[in-house]
């Protein structure tokens, strides 16, 4: 994890011993006595820091030390107050020397000496105390002199917010929301200082004021916001950047105060919904609402806004300004860093909207034209996918209420988002994180989302091990009754369409070719007109189209050359993961002929996958658990698919190649195929599957592997033995047979090594696991009673049993054990 100077420096740290540390503290006493303090301080300061933070117990340091490292919170140097900083909150102070600020000069914090106060805070009373100097210090009026006094008093109250937002009080909500809506609504429109008006006598009172400007370079029309630029800025335009900053978390976290006067609240939203409703007899002073770009359907003036209640005022106000924004970032933008702070700006103004519209149902009204009208100019862009999706969240929140169409906003999300965009990391992680927080809105109002799973797959396709776990919260969603099947093949196809992606990125550069000079085979497949169609497949962006292809060991062969490239190494690993929760979920939401048809899947795919090492033995192993588990819910699925099972236990080739899932496959059958747990099951069709796997068994027993595989595994030779037994205890006329080879069996082995066992200790166990079933099989009544036991005795539950002294004796012996 840490290079090896760095490990051997934290042991240092950790080694020093007390009289040294003594000494190094008085040293650096010294040292900061000095007036100017030079890169040695710096050293010294740093040493400490990692000597304090590389223990585990906090340290005290001496009271003068301690006194200085105070002193230099308000150094003029800020690498002086970061690390003052830092050494501090890995101290406890002496009695006496806490961080502490009072009314006048809390405003004179800078951000480190504000994070170390926030730091000593050690219960929601401190924090309750801070936040009422705070705000007290918001109240007055900064003093001469301290420009920019203000600047850190919104990140500190913002922290506070985080930490613990019980320490707010409705006074305080109060206070804070009036003073934000000054900040964000009437801050001055004209530039920090001032211009020359030229001429031989220019002096201070020459500078006549000079108005911000829009991005574009036009005169600024309207109020003060966060995207008007100029030469400098006063202290109220700053404020208004730092309340924009926070006004979003503001929004959401003031609910968390004291609810005394939520009933005056209400009540006065109601006294003044008369105002509002009559508002356009008022006269308007507010330019917003005048010149803004979108017609509201509510309009509310500034002078029925100033009757609203602190609360009401800043979300009208929080309104304005996002509609402000908006028409803002229509303008173009000269520099490529204020064209990013437009999308920036867009996206914080569309969550913004979205909050104060949660709040206030009738602002839906008025601010769904403004968000579809941004959304019909950004749509054909994805270069403004970021901005996108703060809006497909406000379709998904309040479109119902406006009624309307939200389909044009999933065909993007769901359409062109996975398929252009799935090699964008900020994209991927941005449009999972919005899928995992509405998973049940999305299932409920868009049926579109389930069936978008082969688009939504590329981002895992391509960077797996990012949002594998994104993937893990989102596959149960997408599991349904109609999508099963194709996302069973989806999933096995992974690696596939991770391997086609790459192709994808590839084709659309300059063509490919290796350092032998050869060109890659896969890319000149991915071109050719005769195998587009199967990469098509893989690319489609809906499900519906069809479960699977036909050509899959066709487009397997093609993509052989990628089975070793990274990306589809690492998805391939996913797989198995993703796999287990398929079948979890689609146990409680499939039907039995469902879960038939997904057994079928199983073992056709079992032999159509790409072939990855281990990847192929992974899957057999996630289909042989499963397989088990199905069965044991649905025992009938066993007839049902006795026709495809039999097929698969009777190819001898997969005996050799497919160990895993042939074990469990011939196990299904000699537990399952009875007429106790299927009433359908006869006596033709236990012959048949006793027949099929007889001739298996014959046939690996009676010769060696085929050229290149190994031996049969010691358990597919003893699942065989044990199923012919199992099937011959329900069928009395099939005992002779099992018993004849059994003997033979013991017979063969006597004779030395057999070519189809090279291990002794393989050989010993089979010829015994023959000896106990064949002693069985002598006594046929028994044998069906030890191999096919009843439930009774497989889930036995004497203890509960009041029938029986064995609950008696249980509760004798547990109140015995409780009274010693």
Not at 181 to 189: E, P
Not at 512 to 524: A, K, Q, R, V, W
Request: proline residues 5%.
């Amino acid at each position: 994890m840490y290079a090896h100077s760095s490990e051997s420096l934290i042991k240092q740290a950790r080694e020093i011993q007390e009289s040294e540390l003594l000494k190094f503290l008085s040293r650096l006493g010294k040292l900061l006595q000095g007036k100017e303090l030079g890169h040695e301080a710096v050293d010294s300061l740093q040493r400490l820091h990692l000597i304090l933070s590389a223990t585990k117990y906090t340290r005290k340091l001496p009271p003068e030390l301690h006194k200085r490292l105070k002193a230099l919170l308000s150094s003029p140097t800020e690498q002086f107050q970061v690390m003052s900083s830092a050494v501090l909150r890995e101290t406890v102070p002496p009695p006496g020397q806490e961080v502490n600020y009072n009314q006048d000069n809390v405003l004179q914090l800078n951000s480190h000496a504000a994070a170390l106060l926030l730091s000593q805070a050690a219960s929601r009373a401190d924090l309750s105390s801070l936040c009422a100097q705070l705000l007290r210090g918001l109240e007055s009026r900064p003093s001469e002199g301290s420009a920019n006094s203000l600047t850190h008093t919104l990140p500190m109250l913002n922290a506070v917010l985080t930490r613990s937002p019980e320490c707010l009080t409705e006074d305080h909500v109060t206070l804070l929301s009036k003073k934000l809506v000054d900040w964000l609504r009437y801050a001055s429109i004209n530039q920090g200082g001032g211009v020359p008006s030229g001429g031989f006598f220019t002096g201070p009172r020459s500078r006549q004021p000079v108005p911000t400007a829009e991005l574009d370079g036009t005169v600024s029309g309207d109020f003060f916001t966060v995207l008007c630029v100029g030469q400098g800025f006063t202290e109220d335009q700053w404020m208004n950047v730092y309340s924009f900053s926070m006004l979003r978390h503001w929004l959401l976290t003031y609910h968390s105060v004291s609810i005394g006067n939520n009933t005056a609240d209400t009540a006065n939203r109601l006294q003044l919904s008369l105002s509002l409703s009559l508002s356009h007899s008022f006269s308007h002073d507010d330019r917003s609402e005048v010149d803004g770009s979108v017609v509201s359907m509510v309009s509310a003036t500034s002078s029925s806004s100033r009757l609203l209640p602190p609360k009401e005022r800043l979300r009208e106000k929080a309104f304005q300004y996002c509609q402000r924004l908006i028409e803002q970032s229509d303008r173009t933008a000269h520099k490529r860093t204020d064209a990013d702070l437009q999308k920036a700006c867009l996206v914080e103004a569309v969550c913004i909207l979205d909050c104060v519209c949660g709040e206030d149902a009738s602002l839906v009204y008025r601010t769904f034209p403004c968000i579809k009208a941004l959304f019909g100019r950004l749509s054909s862009d994805l270069s403004f996918a970021r901005v996108l999706l703060p809006i497909a969240q406000f379709y998904l929140n309040h479109g119902d209420m406006a009624a309307v169409d939200c389909e044009c906003v999933w065909t993007l999300v769901f359409g062109r988002f996975p398929a252009e965009l799935f090699n964008n990391q900020y994209l991927a992680h941005e449009l999972l994180r919005f899928l995992r927080l509405n998973l049940e809105s999305l299932q409920l109002r868009v049926p579109r989302y389930s069936h978008s799973f082969p688009n939504l797959l590329k981002f895992l396709a391509w960077d797996s091990p990012a949002v594998v776990d994104d993937f893990v919260d989102l596959l149960p969603s997408l599991v349904t009754a109609g999508t099963a099947v194709e996302l069973l093949h989806t999933l096995l196809d992974l690696p596939c369409l991770s391997a086609t992606l790459v192709l994808q990125v590839r084709s659309t550069c300059l063509p490919i070719s290796e350092s032998g000079g050869h060109g890659l085979l896969s890319l000149d497949a991915f071109r050719s007109q005769s195998f587009r169609g199967l990469f098509l497949f893989l690319l489609r962006g809906e499900a519906g189209s069809g479960d699977t292809i036909d050509r899959l060991s066709t487009l397997h062969e093609q993509l052989a050359e990628t089975a070793d490239w990274p990306r589809v190494v690492h998805c391939a690993q996913t797989v198995p993961v993703l796999l287990h929760i398929f079948f979890n979920t689609v146990v409680a939401v499939a039907d039995e002929k469902l879960l038939a048809h997904l057994v079928q899947v199983m073992l056709e795919r079992s032999s159509l996958l790409l072939n990855i090492p281990k990847y192929n033995k992974e899957i057999q192993r996630v289909f042989s658990s499963h397989l088990l588990r199905l069965c044991k819910l649905h025992p009938s699925l066993v007839v049902d698919q006795s026709h495809e099972l039999l097929e698969f236990a009777g190819a001898t080739a997969k005996v050799y190649s497919k160990e895993e899932i042939y074990t469990h496959v011939v196990w299904v059958l000699g537990e399952y195929l009875s007429v106790s747990c299927d009433s359908r099951c006869s006596v033709r069709l236990i012959t048949s599957c006793f027949e099929t796997l007889e001739a298996v068994l014959f046939e690996i027993t009676s010769s060696g592997p085929p050229p290149g595989a190994d031996c049969p595994a010691p358990r597919v030779v003893t699942s065989l033995m044990s199923a012919l037994a199992k099937l011959a205890s329900r069928s009395h006329d099939l005992i002779p047979r099992v018993s004849l080879f059994l003997s033979k069996l013991r017979t063969v082995t006597r004779g030395g090594p057999v070519a189809w066992c090279s291990d002794e200790e393989d050989l010993v166990a089979i010829v015994t696991r023959g000896e106990e079933l064949w002693s069985l099989l002598k006594a046929p009544g028994v044998a069906q009673s030890v191999l096919t036991p009843p439930p009774l005795v497989t889930t036995p539950q004497w203890h509960r049993d009041t029938n029986v002294a064995m609950p008696l004796r249980l509760r004798a012996l547990t109140n015995l054990t409780h009274l010693q």
